[in-house]
């Protein structure tokens, strides 16, 4: 069973503070995704991650940077959090080639910045 | 550029009803669409996928590529279908890996 673990299910910070979201997979996957999910704007593409220590940015990449220093753990950084960053946050997986294109999601982190 | 649309925010049928959430989408070559689900509390999985034409949980999705689109059908609604559903189409090119989602219709069945 594939697992995709976030750290924190909840996480209250202040504008201006530097926040890091982690990700772990189990699952030896090569691709590593970071979303956010808003009500009326669904799934947005944050950056993703092909291999160790690639990168590339996705949609709405302004005020985010990401690190994968090791295959499993996919890190999101907010360098200097906003109060329109307070979100819902979504990681997800999916293996390289081999047709299947299915992407593993963890639970989520409820971001909210005050 | 790619894009997905789902043009119903909210969709509320009765128990029993059939059910049919709409997906169009905008693609230059040849497609692959996915439906995901969201239930309350629950972490958004795979729901279908149109390669494997088969039916989840009573749910089937045809791919239209005359009308561009992909939508899910079940011909008996359950109250447990509520959830919040995403269609998605995967990049093609480089990125192919990549899904780009729609912004998701959330259904309700009432009893």
């Known amino acids: 069973d594939v697992k995709v673990t976030q750290s924190s299910r909840y996480l209250v910070k202040r504008t201006g503070e530097k926040v890091f979201l982690e990700c772990v997979q189990d699952?030896?996957?090569?691709?590593m995704f970071w979303y956010r999910q808003d009500p009326g704007l669904g799934l947005r593409l944050i950056y993703f991650?092909?291999?160790?220590?690639m990168k590339e940015k996705g949609d709405i990449p302004e005020g985010y940077s990401v690190s994968r220093e090791k295959k499993e753990r996919f890190s999101l950084i907010l360098e200097s959090a906003s109060t329109n960053q307070t979100s819902m946050y979504l990681c997800?997986?999916?293996?390289w080639g081999g047709g299947s294109y299915e992407q593993y999601f963890g639970p989520g982190t409820r971001l909210t910045v005050t | 550029a790619q894009r997905v649309t789902q043009p119903e925010k909210l969709l509320s049928v009765f128990k029993g009803a059939p059910v049919e959430l709409k997906c169009n989408y905008s693609?230059?070559?040849?497609?692959?669409l996915f439906w995901y689900v969201q239930y309350s509390r629950q972490r958004l999985q795979l729901l279908l996928r149109?390669?494997s034409r088969e039916s989840i949980k009573g749910f089937t999705a045809d791919l239209n590529k005359g009308e561009t689109s992909f939508h899910l059908k079940k011909p008996f609604a359950q109250e447990e279908d509520s959830a919040m559903y995403y269609c998605?189409?995967?990049?093609?090119?480089?990125?192919?890996?990549?899904?780009?989602f729609g912004k998701g219709t959330l259904l309700t069945v009432n009893p």
């Open positions: 693609y230059s070559g040849s497609p692959e």
């Open positions: 997800a997986s999916s293996p």
């Open positions: 149109h390669i």
């Open positions: 699952m030896d996957h090569e691709n």
């Open positions: 998605a189409l995967r990049n093609s090119g480089g990125s192919n890996y990549k899904l780009t």
């Open positions: 991650s092909y291999d160790v220590k």
